[in-house]
C-alpha cells in the first residue's frame, strides 16, 4: 500500500456561491496518490459542489484547483484531457446509466469520446473485470434494467476505469444500494487502491463508511470544513464539538447523544463568528467569556484538509495552554 | 395483556403479474401489542413495504392477500368498504417512504394533516385547525408552520409533518416504512428521538421498517429480520443486534460497521449476489446462494422458523440443532 | 463486431416495439389502410394510364354519373374521377410527407439546440418559435403559396413553414427532461462534447416521441394542403384532392348533384387522415411509458 506524498488533486481556497448563496466558502484539500478521502458532511454543506468543482464540472467563484501543481484547464478541449485523469462515480446508478445502452455500450463511452487507440473490446472486458464483473462478455449486450443495483454500480465504475484515471471522485457511491451489496463495492473502491494505486475522494454522509474505506476524512459544515486528518483520530478522539454530535447520535455509540436543534442553516445566511456557534453544544453548556466572545465574532482560519486541523476556538484555547 | 394491536398468521401476500403468481410474502407470524415497538429489518425484495401496505389494505388489485391479518381481533381482508375506510388512519396509519414524494406539493402543509381528521368527520372547522396546530407542535413544529408549503420546509421538517398526519385521527398502530432512510444523521437522529418520544407519551403501538439494524434496535424492544418473503430471525432487539442467530442477520449488522472496531477498520464486509427476485427464489433455503456458512442440505431443506433460545426464532439449520 | 452489439440492441427494441404495436387494433388497421393507399399510389403509374390526366384527352362526357366504363363518373371535362383520384392521392401523399419531413426536421433540430444551449440561444430561438406558432398558420401558408412561385415546392414550404414550432416546443421540452437526467452528467464527466451528447444521448431519447408526432403531422400537412388547394392556392396543374374539390365547386358540380365528383376526395381525405391518426395513437401508447422511465 502507497502513500506517497505525491499530491495529485489541490483544491486551492476554493469558493463556490451561487448569488447569495455560499456553497463552498474557502476550502483547502490534498487528495494524494493512492489514499482515500472521505469527505462527511450533511446535506447543505456544499460536499457534492466540491466535488464537482475538483472534477471541472463547476467553476469556481474564487480560488483554483490544482491538478498535479497545475491549474485546471478552462475551456471544453483542455478540460476533455483532464476528464482522463479525473473521473466521476455518481450516488444513482440506475440513473447514472442511459437505460437504451447496454452495458458494453455504457463502458465504451468514454473510450469513444476520447478516441483512446487499441483494441476497444479488449478495453471494456478489462475494465469489466476490474470492477468484478466476470466473464465481462457475458455482461455486453445486457440493459440497465436487467441488472441489479451492484451490478450497475460497477458498471459505472468500469466506465470511469476504462479511461485508466488516477483519481476517482464517488458521491454517495453505496447510498442507493441495498446492505448487503455496499460491502462489496467498497471492497472494490480498496482494492483499486491497492492494485491500481487509485486515488480516491469519497463524498459521504455516512461516518461508517469513511471508517470502514478511508485514510483521512475531512468534515464539512456550511461549505467550510471544520476538522481533518487520519481517520483514526478523527472519527475515534474528535475535537470539534459538530463531530462530536455526529459521532453520538450514530445507533450504535455508547454514551449520551447530543442531537443538536434545528437544522443546518442556509447558505445564503452563514452566521458571523465561527459557523456552529448558533447551535455548539459546548457553547451553550458555556465557556468562559473571552472564548464565547470570539465564537460569536470572530471567523476561523480555514483548516488546510492535507494536514490534521480543527476549527474551533475552545480547542485552539485548550492546546495553546 | 389483552388483544394485540396487530396480529399476522402465515399472511401470504401474492402478486398476479403476466408470468403467473409471485409470492411477496410467504408465511409471516408477528404480533404487537400496545405500547410495543417492533422492528422489521430487510432489504429490497423482501416483502416488508408489501407486509406494510397490507395491514391496511393499501396494495394494487394484483395482489392478493392470504392468512390472517388482524387488526384490533378484526381481519382485514374480510372487512367492508365502510369498515376499512373508518379503520384506515383511525386504527392504524402510516408513515411513507420519501416524504417528499408522499406530500402533495401544491396545497398547504396544514391542509394534508387536516385532511385524515375531516374524512374520519372528527370535529367543526376551529376544532381542526386547533387540533393540527396541536399535532405540529408534538411533533416539534411551530404551529404557524401549517401554511406553509412542502417545498418551503426542509427534509426533517417534512418527515415531522408525515408523522403529525399519522398521528392525527389518534391510531393505536404507527407503522413507519424507512422513516429515516434519506435523512442526514442529526435529522434522522431527531426523528427516531420525536418517534420514541410519541410512542411513550402517547402509548401507541409502532412497527418501524428499515434496513439500518442499528437504527431499529436503538428504537424498538423487538427486532424481526425478514428475507424473501419470510421472518428468519426475530426476537430483543438489543440481543439480535448483540449476537445474531442467523448468517443473514450477522452480514446486515456487519453492513454498517462500529466506528471504533478494529476489525471493520479497512475490511468492509459484504455478501456475495444480490437479494432474491421473488418471481425467481433459490431452491431449499432462500439464503442458501449467498450464505457464508452454508452447508450441503442448505439446498435442499426449506427452513422455517423455529425457537433457538429464550425469547428468540431463527431459520437455520446451523442454529436449531442443539 | 462491437457495433452489431448497439444494431442488436436497436433491432431487439424494435421487435419489441412492433409487438406492442399489434395488440393495437386501431393502429393495425390504420397501417393497414395506409399501406393500401400507398401502394396505389406508387403503382399508379404501372395501373392506369397518365395521359388520361389531359383535358385533351378526355374521352367521356361532361360530369357524367358513374357507370359506362367510368366507375367514378367523370369530372368538368370529361376525365375519369376514378384516375384523377388515384394519381390525386400522389401529390397529396408527397406534399404530405414531405412537408411534415421539413417541418419536423426544422423543428427537432431548433428543440434541441434551445434546450441545449440554453442562454441567449434559448431565448432568441423562443422567440421565433412563439412569433410562428402564433402566426394563423393558414393564413400564413396561404400567404406564402401566393409570394412563391407556385408549384408544389413552394406548398411544401409554406406548409412546413407554419407546422414545425409545435414540434420545437415538443422536443425542447422532452430535451430538458432527458438533459436532467444523470446519465447526461456522467457523459458531461466522461470528457463528452455537445456533439456526442446531443448525437448519442438527446435524440436517440427524443427519436421516438418525434416519429409518434410526425405520423400525426402528416395527417395534417394532408389537411392544410387540401385546403390549399380548395381555396385555390394550390398548383393549378396537379390533381391533388383538395383541387378536386376546388374544381368541383367552381364549375358547379354541387348544383349539377355530381355527387361522384365531390365525394371521393373528401372521402378519401377522411380516410387517409384518420388512418394517420389511428397509427400515430398507436405509437405514441406503445413508446409513451417508455419515455416516460426508461
Redesign the interface.
Known amino acids: 500500500m502507497t502513500q506517497g506524498e505525491s499530491t495529485l488533486l489541490r483544491a486551492d481556497d476554493v469558493s463556490v456561491r451561487f448569488g447569495a448563496a455560499r456553497a463552498v466558502d474557502g476550502v483547502e484539500l490534498d487528495i494524494r496518490a493512492g489514499e482515500i478521502i472521505a469527505l462527511v458532511g450533511e446535506s447543505g454543506c456544499g460536499k457534492t459542489t466540491l466535488a464537482r468543482t475538483l472534477l471541472g464540472l463547476q467553476q469556481p467563484t474564487s480560488g483554483r484547483v490544482l491538478y498535479e501543481g497545475k491549474p485546471l484547464p478552462t475551456g471544453n478541449r483542455g478540460l476533455r484531457e483532464y476528464r482522463r485523469h479525473a473521473q466521476l462515480v455518481l450516488q444513482d446508478p440506475t440513473g447514472a446509466l442511459n437505460p437504451r445502452h447496454s452495458v458494453y455500450e455504457a463502458v465504451a463511452e468514454g473510450l469513444r469520446i476520447h478516441r483512446v487507440p487499441g483494441d476497444e473490446r479488449a478495453l471494456v472486458a478489462d475494465a469489466l473485470s476490474r470492477a468484478g464483473l466476470r466473464p465481462p462478455e457475458r455482461f455486453f449486450g445486457r440493459v440497465p434494467h436487467e441488472l441489479s443495483g451492484g451490478q450497475r454500480q460497477r458498471v459505472v465504475i468500469a466506465g470511469a476505469l476504462a479511461l485508466d484515471p488516477s483519481v476517482l471522485i464517488a458521491d454517495e457511491p453505496v447510498a442507493s444500494l441495498d446492505a448487503s451489496v455496499r460491502g462489496e463495492i467498497l471492497a472494490l473502491l480498496l482494492r483499486l487502491r491497492d492494485e491500481l494505486g487509485l486515488a480516491a475522494l469519497v463524498v459521504t454522509h455516512d461516518l461508517g463508511l469513511a471508517w470502514n474505506i478511508a485514510d483521512r476524512v475531512a468534515v464539512m459544515y456550511l461549505g467550510r470544513i471544520v476538522e481533518s486528518g487520519p481517520v483514526e483520530q478523527v472519527l475515534t478522539a474528535p475535537s470539534h464539538p459538530y463531530t462530536k454530535a455526529l459521532l453520538s447520535v450514530l445507533p450504535e455509540s455508547e454514551g449520551p447523544a447530543t442531537v443538536l436543534a434545528g437544522e443546518t442553516p442556509d447558505p445564503s445566511r452563514v452566521p458571523t463568528g465561527c459557523r456552529f456557534h448558533p447551535r455548539c453544544p459546548l457553547l451553550a453548556a458555556g465557556l468562559p467569556d473571552s472564548v464565547a466572545s470570539r465564537c460569536r465574532t470572530v471567523d476561523l482560519p480555514i483548516v488546510d484538509g492535507a494536514e490534521s486541523g480543527v476549527a474551533c476556538h475552545a480547542v485552539e484555547v485548550a492546546t495553546a495552554r | 395483556m389483552g388483544e394485540p394491536l396487530l396480529e399476522l398468521r402465515s399472511a401470504t401476500v401474492d402478486y398476479r403479474t403476466a408470468s403467473g403468481l409471485v409470492p411477496a410474502v410467504r408465511g409471516v407470524d408477528l404480533r404487537i401489542d400496545a405500547g410495543q415497538t417492533l422492528g422489521l429489518a430487510g432489504e429490497s425484495g423482501c416483502g416488508k413495504s408489501t407486509l406494510a401496505m397490507a395491514v391496511l389494505r393499501l396494495l394494487p388489485r394484483t395482489a392478493m392477500i392470504g392468512g390472517e391479518i388482524l387488526l384490533g381481533g378484526e381481519n382485514v381482508t374480510d372487512m367492508s368498504w365502510g369498515r376499512l375506510r373508518a379503520v384506515r388512519w383511525a386504527e392504524a396509519s402510516v408513515v411513507f417512504q420519501g416524504a417528499m414524494h408522499a406530500l402533495n406539493p401544491v396545497r398547504r402543509v396544514g391542509d394534508q394533516i387536516a385532511e385524515p381528521i375531516r374524512l374520519h368527520g372528527k370535529g367543526s372547522v376551529e376544532r381542526v385547525d386547533d387540533r393540527v396546530g396541536e399535532l405540529l407542535e408534538q411533533v416539534g413544529l411551530p404551529a404557524r408552520r401549517a401554511r406553509a408549503y412542502p417545498h418551503e420546509l426542509s427534509g426533517g421538517q417534512r418527515q415531522r409533518v408525515m408523522i403529525a398526519m399519522a398521528l392525527a385521527c389518534s391510531p393505536g398502530l404507527i407503522i413507519a416504512d424507512e422513516p429515516t432512510t434519506a435523512l442526514d444523521v442529526m435529522v434522522q437522529a431527531q426523528v427516531l428521538t420525536l418517534l420514541s418520544r410519541l410512542v411513550d407519551e402517547l402509548d401507541i403501538g409502532l412497527l418501524m421498517i428499515s434496513h439500518d439494524l442499528s437504527v431499529l434496535a436503538s428504537t424498538c424492544q423487538r427486532l424481526a429480520v425478514m428475507y424473501a418473503g419470510r421472518i428468519v430471525e426475530q426476537g430483543k432487539a438489543v440481543d439480535v443486534l448483540r449476537a445474531p442467530r442467523h448468517p443473514y442477520t450477522k452480514a446486515l449488522a456487519a453492513a454498517f460497521p462500529t466506528i471504533g472496531d478494529a476489525s471493520s477498520r479497512l475490511s468492509p464486509r459484504g455478501l456475495a449476489g444480490d437479494p432474491p427476485d421473488p418471481s425467481d427464489l433459490p431452491g431449499g433455503c432462500p439464503f442458501h446462494p449467498r450464505c457464508p456458512s452454508v452447508l450441503p442440505e442448505c439446498s435442499g431443506t426449506d427452513v422455517l422458523l423455529r425457537p433457538v433460545s429464550e425469547d428468540r426464532t431463527s431459520a437455520c439449520l446451523l442454529e436449531v440443532e442443539p | ?2 457495433s452489431s ?2 444494431w ?2 436497436r433491432r431487439a ?1 424494435a421487435g419489441r416495439v412492433w409487438a406492442q404495436f399489434r395488440t393495437d387494433r386501431g393502429g393495425l388497421i390504420g397501417l393497414a389502410v395506409l399501406a393500401v393507399i400507398v401502394l396505389l399510389a406508387v403503382l399508379a403509374p404501372l395501373i392506369s394510364d397518365r395521359s388520361g390526366l389531359d383535358v385533351t384527352h378526355a374521352t367521356g362526357g361532361i360530369l357524367q354519373p358513374p357507370g359506362n366504363g367510368f366507375l367514378l363518373g367523370t369530372d368538368e371535362s370529361g376525365r375519369s374521377v376514378l384516375l384523377l383520384l388515384l394519381w390525386g392521392s400522389r401529390i397529396s401523399l408527397l406534399v404530405g410527407l414531405a412537408a411534415t419531413l421539413l417541418s419536423v426536421g426544422v423543428g427537432t433540430i431548433v428543440g434541441v439546440l434551445m434546450a441545449h444551449f440554453g442562454g441567449w440561444a434559448q431565448a432568441v430561438l423562443m422567440r421565433v418559435t412563439d412569433f410562428f406558432l402564433v402566426l394563423p398558420s393558414l393564413v400564413l401558408a396561404a400567404v406564402l403559396s401566393t409570394v412563391l412561385t407556385p408549384g408544389i415546392g413552394s406548398i411544401i414550404v409554406a406548409i412546413g413553414a407554419t407546422a414545425w414550432p409545435t414540434t420545437a416546443r415538443l422536443v425542447r421540452s422532452q430535451t430538458l427532461a432527458v438533459e436532467s ?3 447526461i ?9 455537445h456533439w ?1 451528447v446531443i448525437g ?2 438527446v435524440l ?2 427524443v427519436a421516438p416521441l418525434v416519429f409518434a408526432n410526425t405520423t400525426l403531422n402528416v395527417a395534417n400537412s394532408i389537411i392544410t394542403e387540401s385546403t390549399l388547394s380548395f381555396l385555390g392556392l394550390g398548383d393549378p396543374n396537379s390533381p391533388s384532392w383538395g383541387s378536386m374539390l376546388h374544381n368541383a365547386l367552381q364549375t358547379g358540380a354541387v348544383t349539377a348533384r355530381a355527387w361522384w365528383y365531390l365525394l371521393p376526395p373528401g372521402v378519401a381525405i377522411g380516410v387517409v387522415v384518420l388512418a394517420f391518426m389511428m397509427c400515430g395513437r398507436a405509437l405514441e401508447a406503445v413508446l409513451n411509458p417508455r419515455l416516460r ?2
Not at chain 3, 185 to 193: I, M, Q, V
Request: net charge positive; hydrophobic share 35%; glycine share 8%.
Open positions: 463486431m462491437t452489439i448497439a442488436q440492441r427494441a437526467r444523470p446519465y452528467e456522467r457523459s458531461w464527466a466522461l470528457g463528452a462534447g456526442h448519442k444521448h436517440p431519447a422511465e426508461r
